[in-house]
């Protein structure tokens, strides 16, 4: 069984940074390539960036470009998304997902539980 489990979200201002981590458990996954999504109140899940899994590939939403940085380290089975500069708007929960490399939930093959991520102004 496959899990994906993701941490290190809350509450920060304006302007903070946080840092997710999503950490794979149950089967080796390091072969997938990993997205992170995010979902507001009353919104579709909407792509935030994905990396292939040689890393030789990354994509990013044109709102988040330049403020978060995706990352992996293969060996602990573990992607990040640093998140710097943040906004209100960014408030929603994340989601870690992997399968195939894409922006769309449909690529994905294996999703997280989700972390709250909240941007006070």
């Known amino acids: 069984q496959v899990q994906l489990v993701e941490s290190g979200g809350g509450l920060v201002q304006a302007g903070g940074s946080l840092r997710l981590s999503c950490a794979a458990s149950?089967?080796?996954?390091?072969?997938?390539?990993k997205g992170w999504f995010r979902q507001a109140p009353g919104k579709e899940r909407e792509f935030v960036a994905a990396?292939?899994?040689?890393?030789?590939?990354?994509l990013y939403a044109d709102n988040v470009k330049g403020r978060f940085t995706i990352s992996r380290d293969n060996a602990k089975n573990t992607v990040y998304l640093q998140m710097n500069n943040l906004k209100p708007e960014d408030t929603a929960v994340y989601y870690c997902?992997?399968?195939?490399?894409?922006?769309?939930?449909?690529?994905?093959?294996?999703w997280g539980q989700g972390t709250q991520v909240t941007v006070s102004s």
């Open positions: 997902a992997a399968g195939n490399l894409g922006q769309t939930t449909g690529s994905y093959d294996y």
């Open positions: 149950g089967r080796t996954l390091s072969v997938y390539a």
């Open positions: 990396m292939s899994w040689s890393g030789g590939r990354i």
